[in-house]
């Protein structure tokens, strides 16, 4: 407690918050203030990749299907939908009476426009390869939108249920360039009123909205932080109603709270290092020996405190639990570390590696990047972590392998669908595959995968990718994460997706 009201009089952070921060001390009947400690780089769901932005995207924008917070698949702007008997198309009916937030219709042809500009490549979308499948999207009439299928795909809807799947409006992107990434132009119960890169942004109701859930707050503010014991002050002293990421030396001091408390929704974020597969992480001993050196039961004691466990597979758990398979728990063996480099051809002091951590994104996260760096100093190896603004962070993570400079980067991935998350990751050339992971077998059982609607076969496909994986070894495999989110008690209905998302469909203030 002690340190958090230190924290909340330090002259500094009454300065460095924005105007946003300021009027929300007053606690204005229906504003709800949100501190968050990343700012997204763009609102724009073909490239946005965090989980704040997909809680924005989901106020705002809409998709023809949504998860709810179980992971659950429901409709949104889509009121029926098939396939053909030979599988190759698949026809989606949309709700009549839908428009933007500027009046424009809502219709098939934009709902056809929007998936078309995303797989377009000249759009440059980070998810073109992950949808490709979806083929060519053809308007069909006011209401109905046909998706003729590249290949079959037995979890389109998974796919569609995708915030990255939200339908933008294409004639609003033409007009406002880099600013609809701002402000998108969306039909959600929401809109963007305001955004400060690097203080914060606003929502407001959309007058237009039609759905099933409409705007229950006058605004929601949001305040960039990214400094842990700033924004946990927010919540002590009433100016934030939600806080994200509680560290684990805050807990306590937030239980105690008269009117608040830390909440720990169900999490499937699995936290990695993403190696870099050229140069010396193009030998598979090394990578093994990298894996070997860290102790991940260290981690998750002495610094997550607790906010994690081990990793005991590439997926994170929640993610189709059905098909996730998981492997015995990587040993922290420095010795046999050292051994494997030996082998590999390195004497100790002759292997350098760099590797990009971002600050305030994760949980601790500069902590176990400066952890890291001790535990590959102990098995011989000069190690550099590279610690960036998450700016920095997210360009150099979505950089392609062959532009990277360094060797590793801190990554954490969050995805319901287990198609979803192993296509994007080690399918051959796909967008976030940013190891430059090839493998001709996944490739042809990840093909397999997304065909097969057999759930038993499906377990075989997906759970032979999985061992594939696991025993190249294209990460370092770190811990999941635990969710942490410091709420004030007048919050009411707030709910939060395994994937982090925060979800504001039926929060009320009391």
């Not at 290949?151 to 880099?178: Q, R, Y």
């Not at 999941?480 to 709420?487: E, F, K, N, R, S």
Request: with cysteine; net charge neutral.
């Amino acid at each position: 407690m002690r340190n958090l009201r230190q924290t909340c009089c330090n002259a500094a952070l009454l300065v460095g918050l924005s105007a946003l921060a300021g009027q929300a001390q007053a606690q204005p009947a229906g504003v709800l203030r949100v501190a968050v400690g990343a700012d997204p780089a763009t609102f724009d769901p073909a490239f946005n990749d965090l989980p704040v932005g997909n809680a924005v995207d989901l106020a705002v924008l809409e998709g023809l299907f949504r998860l709810d917070p179980q992971n659950n698949v429901e409709k949104s702007l889509a009121s029926e939908s098939s396939f053909s008997p030979d599988g190759k198309i698949f026809t989606v009916k949309i709700k009549s009476g839908k428009k933007f937030s500027n009046g424009d219709p809502l219709n098939a042809e934009a709902v056809a426009a929007s998936f078309n500009r995303m797989l377009d490549e000249k759009t440059g979308s980070i998810y073109r390869g992950l949808y490709a499948s979806l083929g060519t999207i053809k308007a069909v009439g006011e209401d109905t939108v046909e998706f003729h299928l590249s290949e079959p795909n037995g979890h389109i809807l998974m796919l569609l249920a995708s915030t990255a799947a939200s339908i933008v409006n294409v004639k609003s992107v033409k007009e406002m360039g880099a600013e609809y990434g701002r402000k998108p132009v969306g039909s959600g119960p929401y809109k963007v009123d305001r955004y400060v890169g690097g203080e914060g942004f606003k929502l407001v109701p959309n007058p237009t909205y039609a759905g099933d859930y409409p705007a229950t707050l006058k605004s929601i503010d949001f305040i960039v932080v990214p400094e842990d014991g700033s924004r946990m002050a927010l919540l002590e002293t009433g100016a934030a109603d939600i806080v994200e990421r509680v560290p684990p030396e805050s807990m306590a001091a937030i239980n105690a709270l008269k009117d608040a408390k830390v909440v720990n929704p169900p999490s499937m974020f699995s936290i990695n290092m993403e190696m870099v597969l050229r140069g010396p992480l193009a030998d598979a001993k090394v990578r093994k020996a990298l894996n070997m050196a860290v102790d991940r039961d260290g981690i998750a004691k002495g610094i997550l405190g607790g906010l994690g466990t081990p990793s005991v597979g590439m997926v994170g758990p929640g993610t189709q639990d059905e098909l996730r398979k998981t492997f015995p728990p990587i040993a922290f063996d420095p010795d046999g570390a050292k051994k494997l480099l030996a082998e590999a051809g390195y004497k100790p002091g002759q292997l350098s590696l760099s590797f990009t951590c971002p600050t305030g994104r994760y949980i601790k996260d500069v902590q176990v990047c400066q952890a890291l760096a001790g535990s590959f100093e102990n098995i011989g190896i000069k190690a550099t972590p590279l610690v960036v603004d998450r700016g920095t962070w997210s360009k150099v993570i979505g950089m392609e392998p062959t532009a990277r400079t360094d060797n590793m980067g801190m990554v954490g991935r969050a995805t319901a669908g287990m198609d979803y998350t192993l296509y994007r990751l080690f399918f051959t050339g796909v967008g976030a595959n940013r190891t430059g992971y090839a493998n001709p077998r996944v490739d042809a059982l990840l093909k397999e995968g997304r065909a097969a609607t057999d759930p038993a076969k499906q377990k075989q496909i997906y759970g032979e990718v999985q061992e594939i994986v696991w025993n190249d070894q294209p990460f370092l495999f770190l811990w999941y994460q635990t969710q942490a989110i410091g709420v004030a008690n007048r919050v009411q209905g707030f709910a939060v997706q395994p994937n982090e998302t925060l979800v504001f469909d039926k929060v009320t203030l009391k």
